[in-house]
């Protein structure tokens, strides 16, 4: 059984499904670019919504210190996610900045993608593998994409992982199965239009990935 965390939610309906079907992370998008990203005023209103036992992560792309400040002195998150082209010495900064875990993603799309995991391993408190956002994209993640899963068989890194990119409920239990994957995380696999969350969705996701 892995844990799932179910990014991008905006509305406090799908908070609540997500949570009553079992999952272990929320993700909040601070992302403007994203067509889920909510505002510190809306993660205000929806962070404390969230029940005991599952964590809130707060999702950014590249973000200087004055967002991290603000969203970090009045947005009660449990988990800073990097999504960007932050180097490992950032990761640590961020740490200390914020003082909370941080999860930093990292794409694949090949085998010469891995020695990033055993670096960013070193100053990570948790690891996201996630597809490789293709060169033209608008965002660098959440594109629905999968990579090629069969790179992560039998591979181990220093911290514990989230397996993502293009998972959905028909395609998670395999995902799982192939990679081992303690944890998963899902953002347009759980939508039935981009930013839009679907409560159906939701809970076959995480029916299926337990
Ligand atoms: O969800 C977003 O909009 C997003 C924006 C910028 C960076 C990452 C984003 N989401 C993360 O991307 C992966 C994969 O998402 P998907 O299931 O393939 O849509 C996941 O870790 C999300 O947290």
């Not at 939610?9 to 272990?24: D, F, K, Q, V």
């Not at 210190?65 to 969203?71: F, K, N, S």
């Not at 996610?81 to 914020?98: F, I, N, Y």
Request: aromatic residues 4%; proline residues 8%.
């Amino acid at each position: 059984m892995s844990q799932v965390k179910i990014c991008g939610l905006r509305r406090p309906e799908h908070i609540s499904a997500a949570a009553e079907a079992g999952a272990r992370y929320v993700g909040l998008v601070f992302f403007p670019n994203s067509p889920r990203a909510v505002s510190v005023d809306e993660a205000v209103m929806l962070a404390p919504l969230v029940p005991v036992g599952v964590a809130r992560v707060g999702l950014f792309v590249d973000p200087d210190d004055a967002l991290l400040d603000e969203v970090v002195a009045r947005v009660p998150l449990d988990v800073i996610q990097l999504h960007g082209s932050e180097s490992p010495d950032r990761v640590a900064a961020v740490k200390a900045l914020t003082g909370l875990p941080v999860m930093k993603a990292v794409g694949l799309s090949d085998a010469s993608d891995l020695p990033a995991l055993t670096d960013y391993g070193l100053v990570a408190d948790m690891l996201l593998v996630d597809a490789k956002p293709p060169r033209d994209a608008d965002l660098p993640g959440g594109n629905g994409l999968s990579f090629d899963w069969r790179l992560l068989v039998g591979r181990k890194w220093l911290r514990p992982w989230m397996l993502a990119g293009g998972l959905t409920a028909q395609n998670v239990a395999e995902a799982i199965r192939l990679t081992g994957a303690p944890a998963v995380d899902v953002s347009s696999g759980v939508e039935a239009e981009p930013g839009l969350k679907d409560e159906g969705l939701i809970r076959a996701f995480i029916a299926a990935a337990s």
